[in-house]
């Protein structure tokens, strides 16, 4: 009886989750060189890293997940090469537990009640197209919803324009934002969701719509998010199976597959890595749809911004070597206007934002949105790291309204810079 009981209690959260995979899996944060760090990415699920400026160490520190088989082998390596670490969380699989239990609380990732959208709660991916519908049939004058192509598995990606002249007045500035490029990486959708209604909805500033047109993508990956609710918290990629040694490892890491410095970088090469960059530059449908939406209206949109979750970063080119676009200037400047319009905003407890050029605040990387999007012309272009606080991307559905509403100071700082420099 009392296994039956235990049984309906574990079996029920196992089939809903997944979890169990990560059964004694433990966390720990690990601080050593930065290449050494990098060195790791290709073999280990990196779930952040964080800029030496922030650490007193002056290097680099990353969150890693350390199965039960691998920690001996992993922590001895560590020693061999005098990173410092220390262990955050003794079970991954019941902090994933919990999580859920939080989630369906707040009734999350189930059904919308009304029209609108709250800010406590994560929606699934039929709920966000459903709702992008809506406000495309309220508000036909400034909303278009654009069906843009279908996912590896079929599934219809949809972005809103958002225009006064129905994207016609071409001396308007263009600014593009895209989310969920990462499935694990949920709060970036909510943001998204965010400021669309502050620019459609609520209107807080009339002046943002009239002069710039709007391009948002909120959830450009809808496989890899369905799956990571269903099936593994822990997913960040697409779920494509067009690789060699895809049965064993599906899936493309959707921020390798643009085509800068595409095919260049040994450690995204390997299908099973959670880094890697699929079987040639554009493979992945999902990042083919954010291709064509930025790439039509290129000669006037003048920012872009890939929403990303966590470690309270923006990141601007170039991260395949350290140097830095033409205008480095000007992207720092920008970067550090949102990000202190961010901050003044901030939880006490969180991080304060960190604005630098990739691959010196962290490492290199290659075949990125943001890079490729400076090379294609975009003036302003960044990765936006959002907070994870002590949660990492398990942002919990309390913190989102903080979320959202500290981004959206952000997001408005930028678009006023474009503004005052169209
Ligand atoms: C660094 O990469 C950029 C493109 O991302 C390229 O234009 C530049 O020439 C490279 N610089 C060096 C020193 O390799």
């Not at 929606?123 to 049939?137: G, K, M, P, Q, W």
């Not at 949920?186 to 709007?214: C, F, G, H, K």
Request: proline fraction near 4%.
């Amino acid at each position: 009886m009392t296994r039956l009981v235990i049984c309906v209690l574990l079996c029920a959260s196992a089939v809903l989750g997944g979890h169990e995979k990560y059964e004694g899996h433990q966390l720990y944060r690990v601080s050593g060189a930065n290449a050494d760090i990098a060195a790791l990415e290709a073999h280990l699920d990196l779930l952040s890293m964080t800029p030496a400026a922030r650490t007193t160490s002056g290097k680099l520190e990353a969150v890693v997940r350390l199965s039960p088989e691998e920690k001996a082998q992993w922590l001895s390596l560590f020693d061999s090469k005098s990173m410092t670490y220390t262990k955050i969380a003794d079970n991954l699989a019941d902090i994933l537990r919990e999580e859920e239990a939080s989630i369906q609380m707040s009734r999350a990732t189930v059904k919308r009640s009304g029209k609108s959208m709250s800010w406590d709660t994560y929606y699934r991916h039929d709920e966000i197209n459903d709702y992008l519908d809506e406000l495309a049939a309220t508000y036909p004058e400034l909303v278009t919803v654009i069906n843009a192509g279908l996912s590896y598995e079929g599934r219809q990606i949809k972005y809103v324009r958002i225009s006064t002249t129905r994207f016609e007045n071409l001396r308007k500035p263009v600014i593009v934002i895209d989310a969920m490029v990462h499935a694990r990486e949920w709060v970036t959708t909510p943001v998204a969701m965010y400021i669309i209604n502050q620019l459609v909805v609520d209107i807080v500033d009339r002046s943002l719509t009239e002069y710039i047109d709007w391009i948002i993508i909120p959830l450009a990956n809808p496989d890899g998010y369905e799956y990571s609710i269903d099936e593994d918290r822990m997913w960040r990629k697409t779920r494509s199976k067009n690789h060699e040694g895809a049965d064993e490892c599906p899936g493309v890491d959707g921020n390798r597959n643009f085509d800068h410095y595409w095919g260049t970088s040994p450690s995204s090469a390997d299908p099973c890595s959670i880094i890697y960059e699929g079987p040639s530059a554009f493979s992945e449908p999902e990042i083919r749809i954010i291709r064509s939406a930025v790439l039509s209206n290129l000669e006037r949109t003048a920012l872009y911004i890939s929403l990303h979750s966590y470690g309270n970063m923006f990141l601007y080119a170039w991260g395949n070597n350290a140097t830095l676009p033409a205008n480095g200037l000007i992207l720092h400047l920008a970067g550090i206007r949102m990000a202190t319009a961010i901050d003044e905003l901030a939880l006490d407890k969180a991080d304060r934002y960190v604005v630098g050029n990739a691959a010196q605040v962290l490492y290199f990387t290659t075949g990125t949105s943001r890079d490729w999007t400076r090379a294609v012309g975009i003036p302003l272009t960044y990765t936006l790291e959002l907070p994870g606080y002590e949660y990492n991307f398990l942002v919990p559905p309390s913190y989102v309204k903080q979320i959202v509403t500290e981004t959206w100071a952000g997001i408005a700082e930028g678009a006023k810079y474009v503004l005052s420099t169209w």
